[in-house]
């Protein structure tokens, strides 16, 4: 593990106050999450989490932000429930509409295609724990937690030793993508290589709805059917779109 100051300032602050329950805790997906809602929500669900993760602990733990959306926490053992509520408390679900638009150009010809679908958008925390007795064995004990938490399903404090083994999960916060692969409009099936066209991407992103020129080499990636876009109509949430 690549040294981390927060984490060790963490150790530190946390020595006095041992036996107790390490916990790590991430924001799930939260890059899919940025792209489709924008920066400006991931950093309020990282203020709302803190400022809530930090209530709960009070005097009796220390909670640290070790990373943008990572926290670890020493809490008393008999405040596992008040976790699992801080957990279900965050928990929330939106529906958008979410999809890729292309547009090509082809000499004085352009064509746009667009495919979009209505999906479910939601916003959980990672959450794993495990019981730290001393000092001695604190650091062995956050590298298991962080080597192990991508391994979590949202939404529940999970004992690091359940977990121990387990492939990892392939959770993520949206529902659903268009079922069809994004394509250019002209090059659709044929060899973009030698291609006399110009090709353009628009990114709509739902807080932004900013528009996105993109290269050939980009338009290749896309065709692989990675998702491209998220974007509200006028009468779905999120209201910022």
């Not at 100051?5 to 006095?16: G, L, M, N």
């Not at 399903?153 to 999970?158: A, D, N, T």
């Not at 090059?187 to 991407?201: E, H, P, Q, S, Y």
């Amino acid at each position: 593990m690549q040294p981390n100051a927060h984490i060790e300032q963490f150790k530190s602050d946390v020595a006095s106050k041992l036996p107790g329950l390490v916990v790590l805790m991430n924001l799930a997906d939260a890059k899919r999450r940025t792209c489709h809602l924008g920066y400006t929500v991931t950093d309020d669900d990282i203020e709302e989490f803190d400022t809530k993760l930090k209530s709960i602990a009070n005097n009796a733990g220390v909670v640290s932000r070790i990373s943008g959306v990572k926290w670890l926490a020493l809490l008393p053992f008999e405040q596992l429930p008040l976790l699992q509520q801080l957990l279900d408390g965050f928990q929330k679900q939106q529906v958008i509409q979410i999809g890729w638009s292309c547009t090509g150009l082809l000499n004085c010809d352009k064509s746009k295609v667009e495919r979009t679908v209505r999906a479910t958008i939601s916003r959980s925390i990672k959450c794993i724990y495990t019981t730290a007795k001393d000092a001695t064995a604190l650091s062995a004990v956050i590298e298991q937690l962080l080597a192990n938490c991508y391994k979590v399903e949202p939404g529940e404090p999970i004992e690091l030793s359940q977990i121990k083994g387990r492939e990892g999960e392939s959770w993520r916060c949206v529902s659903d993508y268009p079922s069809e692969d994004p394509f250019v409009p002209f090059v659709r099936g044929l060899d973009l290589i030698g291609m006399m066209a110009t090709i353009v991407f628009t990114l709509a992103v739902a807080a932004a709805k900013a528009a996105v020129p993109m290269s050939a080499s980009v338009a290749l990636k896309s065709l692989r059917g990675e998702p491209l876009t998220s974007k509200c109509s006028d009468n779905m949430t999120p209201s910022r779109c």
